[in-house]
């Protein structure tokens, strides 16, 4: 089937460069930011940008934002949100570090902790779907309520989980690798592949855009929107999940406010990758790189020796900068 | 009731919506190699029933039959899997996806995995955009958003998806709705096919010349009830207009 006939971005003499350009322009947007913002850096700070401590540095700090920001993501794209997302991984956190203080076994542990970021995504879910609460009103109430409950089963206290460090599954979740990449950063890019495959190429990520982009029409296209609903926010509650394992192997410590101040750098991440709030358009892609400038940024302010209260003004300026680029892309 | 040369049967359905009832009790029967008009005034429920038929709508009461068999309707995917494909009047688009993820959208050409193959699927629509509509316009292409095209150019995708899936019942709700001439006509001939290839077809137009010059039988809806039907061969198109102006006006069928 000769589709380049009625499809002027693939005649041969247009460069793939062009086709990425004229089929997404909000990834090639992302992308120059991200580069110019890094050019800045190494220009900046040419000592500690030419040395891979800072790499390293980013590699162990970056995934816990950054698989929490993927879920979220899908969530963006429905049109909906999720505030609850840093409690769901603070709830989970407390059934890892207990499950690991009883059993010792951080596969069992690893287990139960995702089975509970799940169950608390189903039941944000539930909320949303089949009660009909507003996803913003929802998750402002189980953001406080996964919190509290935290807070009641902890009394407080933090746990500490040193013994990790002797499993093997240890090594496997953070060690390093080659003796100098984090694991959890390679564990991260692996996922946010698949996550980026599936978001354009799925099944379930075409679903998520139509049931993001119209419902009803969604529906009458034999789309099961309950189902593709669901599945997102059980999908977040797994990112919170697993977000929370990287983030406590870490720092082999659990305290109760594990997750606290995720939420909006995360978010942040989402819309400067180019996801919009109305829902039914996004890019995966554009959430990765918004990551690593996100995850980036305020280290990389500092390492310039600029004084550190300057980061969040660099910080809303970059977010305002590249929403904007974006706004007047799509009105083109 | 006899299902034997029966497609699709609606059985005693009943429709409300926040305990408003808008359809009361439908029996309907639409049967092998037919075309079935379904002809009423605005709100009479026309739309209700092909959703209930289809599964958008799940009946408060009723029974819904295709091809014999009891139907437990909870999704499109229910009706569309039993060969019935349907245009509905919303048309059922995507605005700002892309025409090839609108054409395949709930029926995706995918792996094991559920990973589509897009490259495919972009051919494809392509080779419908091309050889179904005619489109020539180079502006236009499979990966055109939705929202760029105009009003009948959306029909005509949302007409073209429904053909493309060969179906064995297919169900247009105003196809004809804000097209020119020639387009109109172009619709009209893909029903007369329809019906040529002996498959099944149920046409709602409020055109009584559109519906008498393509169906074989007319069923009258009035406020959520089937007020009569009739064969082509009981009746003129003139009396067939004339019914329908009477009930407008009385609210009853007049017996000729
Ligand atoms: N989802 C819904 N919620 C509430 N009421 C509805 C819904 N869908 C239809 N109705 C009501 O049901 C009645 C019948 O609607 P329907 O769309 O079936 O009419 P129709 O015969 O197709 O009319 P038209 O010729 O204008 O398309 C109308 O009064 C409408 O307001
Ligand atoms: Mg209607």
Redesign the pocket.
Known sequence: MDSSMHNPAATPEKSGLSVAMARNPIDVAITVIAMLLFGMYLIGAPEVYLHFDIYRSFMSTLPYMGLLALGATFIVTLGEIDLSFPSVMGVAAWVFATVFTMTGSIPISFLACIGTGMICGALNGLLITRIGVPSIVATIGTMFLWRGLVNVLAQGKGIPLVEMRDSVFYDVLVGRLFGQIPMQFVWFCLIAILMIAIYKRHVFGSHVLFVGDNKSSAQMMGIRVYRTRMTCYILMGAMSGLSAVFLLSEVTYFWPTTGDGFLLPALAAVFIGGTSVFGGRGSMYGTFVGILIIGSLEAGIVAMGVQGFYTQLIYGLTITVAVSIYALVMKK | MDLSNSLLSLENIHMS??R?D?LKGIDLTINRGEVVALV?D???????IIKVMTGVHHPTKGKVYIKGEHVNMRSVQDSRTRGVETVY?ERALADQQEIWRNVFAGREIRNRLGFMDVKRQRAEAAQLLRERMGFTSRAITTDSEVAGLSGGEKQGVAIARALFFEADLIILD?PTMGLSLKETDKVLKFVRNIREQGKSAILID?NILHVYSVADRFVI?DRGKIAGQFTKDQISREQLIDIMVDLHQTGQIKTH
Not at chain 2, 42 to 48: I, P, V
């Open positions: 919506f926040r408003v808008v009423g605005n709100g009479a429920g026309k739309s209700t009047q105003e409020h809806l």
